[in-house]
């Protein structure tokens, strides 16, 4: 009964949303986004890459997804691995000591008003996993809300089908507040970029999370106004990259991956390259990406243990568990003094580092405690059941006595 309330009310808010907010004429349609951030220097979206993390199955099913694009009119693909013929390749394999990365795929998009074309790369991370970046070139650079807002518009069908697609109960809230409707209509493009690269993404995470994102911003000067904006983000960390080239991090939203907002002034243009980052840094930049999504999938997967009644473990539940702490304990894999890391650091508070070992180290604790609580649990049960066992024989044993 809940959930067919929960639906009715998500179909309505996107009927209203759009009846008495999004077709309305509103003043911050027409703003530069140099206005919507108020900010004293012209700036402009470049890119934004979206990252995903895949398996040797997930693999699999993306190579044969492209493929199977080369059919599409809508789409022009390059891709630079062979599909199966029959047995999964592996395309990710155990290593001894280190992993690499390369490019994966070009997909160009033919009739989108928006988006050029995605290079795909990747990076393997340990053993199982890789991860995956989307980058998605636009047909030219935003400069303007309206463009945002016309392309929300465009794709809205397509939102109230989406799964991980925020909404709300009340819709009296956002009538006048348009910091309110600009902070979900960005939210709401977020949403529709990840659903285009839906068209090809496999993994799990991909179907029920807004993955992690990064969005570049070319920023034409240098003003006291931008800096003192990167050095106090509100509720974010700022990291400096070097002088003309900054990170700011967006970890607050607990369904979803991180946001990273990059910004480039104009006259150094060098957008960082995040693969080959996670390639040399692997698990513990994955959980400062992904570290929300976890937080999510180990309650979903582990807490109803700890929380109800419920005493016997899921195996594929347990199994999770012991791979996400093994992949954790891949050390030989990454460095996290590695110079790279080191490089980049704190910006907006110059105590924290873009790698934090205390999580890290924290992370797998957490990993470890379950495990130990588990293995107690299944003790007791196999204890339990034995006991049972027993008296159910005694009981047998002495009715078969007198029979």
Not at 31 to 43: A, R, Y
Not at 186 to 199: A, D, E, G, P, V
Not at 337 to 349: A, D, L, P, V, Y
Not at 380 to 386: H, S
Request: glycine content about 2%; some cysteine; hydrophobic content about 40%.
């Amino acid at each position: 009964m809940f959930k067919l309330y929960y639906k009715y009310k998500k179909i309505k808010w996107f009927k209203d949303y759009k009846e008495k907010v999004l077709n309305l004429q509103h003043c911050y349609y027409n703003k530069s986004l140099m206005e919507i951030f108020d900010l004293d220097s012209n700036m402009d979206l470049y890119s934004v890459s979206i990252y995903d993390v895949v398996n040797n199955n997930d693999v699999n099913k993306l190579v044969k997804k492209i493929y199977q694009l080369k059919r599409n009119k809508n789409y022009s693909v390059e891709i630079s691995y062979k599909k199966k013929f029959i047995k999964d390749i592996n395309y990710i394999r155990p290593e001894f000591d280190h992993t690499g990365h390369g490019i994966f795929a070009k997909i160009k998009f033919l009739n989108d008003s928006l988006i050029s074309y995605i290079d795909m790369t990747w990076s393997q991370i340990n053993n199982e996993e890789a991860i995956i970046e989307y980058e998605i070139h636009l047909k030219k650079c935003i400069d303007s809300f309206s463009i945002i807002h016309d392309y929300i518009l465009e794709n809205y069908k397509k939102l109230r089908k989406i799964k991980y697609s925020i909404f709300y109960f009340n819709i009296e809230n956002f009538l006048n507040d348009d910091s309110q409707n600009i902070q979900t209509e960005f939210k709401y493009f977020r949403t529709i970029l990840q659903q285009k690269i839906s068209k090809v993404s496999t993994s799990n995470y991909s179907k029920k999370y807004l993955l992690p994102i990064k969005f570049t911003y070319l920023i034409k000067n240098k003003t006291k106004k931008i800096m003192k904006y990167i050095e106090k983000p509100f509720l974010e960390e700022s990291f400096i990259v070097d002088k003309d080239h900054y990170l700011i991090l967006n970890t607050i939203e607990e369904f979803e991956g991180i946001e990273i907002n990059e910004v480039i002034f104009k006259k150094k243009f060098n957008p960082i390259n995040m693969v080959v980052m996670m390639s040399e840094l692997k698990m513990p930049l994955y959980y400062r990406f992904f570290y929300n999504i976890e937080k999510q999938e180990l309650e979903y997967k582990i807490g109803k243990y700890l929380n109800s009644k419920k005493i016997f473990v899921n195996i594929w539940n347990y199994k999770w568990l012991l791979n996400k702490k093994r992949r954790l304990d891949e050390k030989r894999f990454y460095n996290i003094n590695n110079k790279r890391s080191k490089s980049i650091n704190g910006f907006s508070n110059k105590k924290i580092s873009l790698i934090d070992e205390l999580l890290i180290k924290n992370i797998g604790d957490v990993y470890s405690e379950n495990i130990e609580y588990i293995n107690n649990l299944n003790t007791i049960n196999y204890n339990t059941i034995a006991f049972a066992i027993s008296v159910l024989a005694l009981i047998i044993a002495i009715v078969a006595i007198f029979i």
